[in-house]
């Protein structure tokens, strides 16, 4: 008679792998990082252009729309001031030299004054550079008088080509302020235009929120010869300047294109 012998698994002998079978995951493991790792950059920028390409266009939408229902402008903006300089947390310091620190004459804080904008909040150094540099306690508010810092955009810099702003149009002598979305804007929460103040995350290190000021922001032209002030544009802000929607739309096809990070 044939005798069958029957083995029984015991579940407490078969606790973990064996060294085979971990070889074997670890090996896939790293198969996998080698394959998505070289593509997490490239992944990050087209996130970025995709996102900016959206915010920006509905930001412009929202401020348009502000004006034509209440014949003003939110206020209350991130002044991008800190002291009397431009806020060390800015990317690129100064944008890349697409920023300077600007004083405002009387007639320039009268036309602002007249499409609402009046109030700005200055920055301190913080571990948050985009959450937490602009104290929400009101406790670095300022209303815009004549003389006061605020941060100017070059007007002959590369940065009004890429936010399309035909410089030409304006009479001599104009500013072009750039101010912050921040949660202090009145623009802001459940009353306002938007829930939260959106923020800007850029496709590199150079542009970390935690580390670098990357709220949207908004830009103002004012004349102190004819009094007048005016919304250009919403735009982000990155270690070379500034960008609007276009530019990003343009970066993401020109990336899409070659395959490479732009």
């Known amino acids: 008679m044939n005798r069958q012998v029957l083995y029984r698994c015991d579940p407490q002998q078969r606790a973990g792998l064996t060294l085979i079978e971990l070889v074997v995951v670890l090996t896939v493991l790293v198969a996998l990082g080698g394959l998505i790792v070289p593509m997490l950059p490239n992944f990050l920028a087209k996130t970025h252009f995709a996102k900016c390409s959206t915010t920006i266009p509905e ?14 402008y939110p206020n209350g903006y991130d002044s991008l001031i800190e ?10 310091a100064d944008a890349g030299g697409e920023l300077s620190v600007g004083t405002l004459a009387a007639t320039e804080v009268n036309a602002l004054a007249a499409i609402g904008v009046t109030a700005v909040f200055d920055h301190v150094a913080s571990a948050n550079a985009t959450l937490d540099s602009v104290p929400i306690d009101g406790s670095t508010g300022r209303t815009l008088a004549e003389g006061e810092e605020v941060a100017i955009l070059n007007p002959i810099g590369p940065s009004v080509l890429s936010l399309g702003i035909d ?11 750039v101010l912050g979305i921040g949660n202090n804007c009145n623009a ?19 542009m970390n929120p935690v580390d670098f000021y990357q709220r949207y922001c908004v830009i103002f032209a004012v004349n102190a010869t004819d009094g007048t002030a005016e919304f250009v544009c919403a735009c982000s802000i990155h270690p070379d300047g500034f960008d609007g929607a276009e530019a990003h739309i343009r970066a993401y096809y020109e990336d899409q294109q070659d395959g490479t990070e732009v």
């Open 188 to 206: 802001v929460g459940p009353k306002g235009l938007m829930v939260e103040a959106p923020t800007h995350f850029g496709g590199e290190q150079a």
């Open 83 to 92: 002291g009397s300089a431009l806020s060390t947390e800015l990317p690129g």
């Open 167 to 177: 410089v030409a149009k304006y009479d001599v002598g104009t500013q072009f302020v």
């Open 59 to 72: 930001l412009n939408k929202l401020w348009i729309t502000s004006y034509t229902g209440d014949v003003q």
